[in-house]
């Protein structure tokens, strides 16, 4: 399986007052908002990794981000000339897959919580058609609703009902067989004139092959898509790394305790991050014994 991570395309900018700037590139808190999604592939243990963005936006992210080296994985791009529609980014990564399974994170979404790893990790091994990842919600009308049937199988999924059948929304987290990116090339383009995600995993579940994880309430899940919510993940990150002492989406960290990286690297990453507080936990990491 291969990671992709979809930083371009449909509100990938907060307009009017941050125009020209991916939201992507933005910090939450301490670091980029794109380390948030490219750490839950490194959780799932997948190092190699295709983010697409906007062309105007390619040079901003392989400045920031490299060649993946210094977080133990490799990065290649790929762009999205206008927003088509989420399910676009399973085309475009398609000469990128070879014909392996996928995994596809939206690059404005967060996840947090103790034994994400080991769920995505394990819902990786299992996977036979697609794996989606829906999380309760109090407003579920805004997302994509899964409705379960009495023995917890995924049974209907409509996008932004006006009457949700249930609280779970499908988040922007999704696990596919290498059969995704032939059934995103089918699709035909919705009223929007975008090929929705939807309609990818309404395909799976028309052939009972798409199943629904329910992330249980140790994990969160924020997506940051608008100005409020991106100043909620900010609040969020704060509050729990200030409490805890322990930075969220530390890349340099996941790749080190896997063993991705060695303790060379990780000095080298702490020296150039500098002064910062990000850069003080890289440096308190290398001083451990």
């Known amino acids: 399986m291969k990671g992709v991570v979809l930083a371009g395309g449909s509100g990938t900018r907060l307009d009017p007052l941050t125009r020209g700037v991916s939201k992507q590139l933005l910090p939450v808190y301490d670091k980029p908002l794109v ?4 750490s839950v592939l490194m959780l799932a243990e997948l190092r190699e990794v295709l983010v697409i963005t906007r062309p105007d936006d390619q040079p901003s992210f392989e400045r920031l981000l490299g060649d993946g080296g210094r977080f133990g994985i490799r990065i290649a791009y790929a762009t999205q000339a206008e927003p088509r529609g989420l399910a676009e980014a399973l085309i475009i990564a398609r000469e990128f897959l070879s014909g392996d399974a996928v995994c596809l994170v939206l690059g404005d979404n967060l996840f947090y919580g103790a034994g994400l790893g080991a769920t995505l990790r394990a819902a990786r091994a299992r996977l036979a058609g697609a794996c989606l990842f829906g999380y309760r919600v109090s407003d579920p009308e805004r997302y994509g609703v899964a409705e379960l049937d009495a023995d917890g199988r995924l049974r209907s999924i409509e996008e932004k009902p006006a009457a949700p059948k249930s609280s779970i929304a499908v988040t922007g987290l999704y696990f596919y067989d290498a059969e995704a990116p032939a059934i995103a090339a089918r699709l035909t383009p919705s009223a929007r004139g975008q090929l929705e995600i939807t309609d990818v995993n309404q395909h799976y579940l028309a052939e009972g092959r798409a199943h629904l994880e329910v992330l249980g309430r140790g994990v ?47 000095a080298r990453a702490a020296d150039e991050a500098g002064d910062s507080s990000y850069g003080r936990y890289l440096r308190r990491l290398v001083d451990e014994p």
């Open 35 to 38: 380390y948030y999604p490219l």
């Open 220 to 266: 969160a899940w924020l997506d940051a898509g608008t100005h409020d919510s991106l100043l909620e993940a900010n609040n969020f990150v704060q509050v729990l790394q200030r409490r805890q002492g322990t930075p969220i989406a530390c890349l340099e960290e996941i790749a080190h305790h896997k063993g991705w990286i060695d303790d060379a690297a990780l």
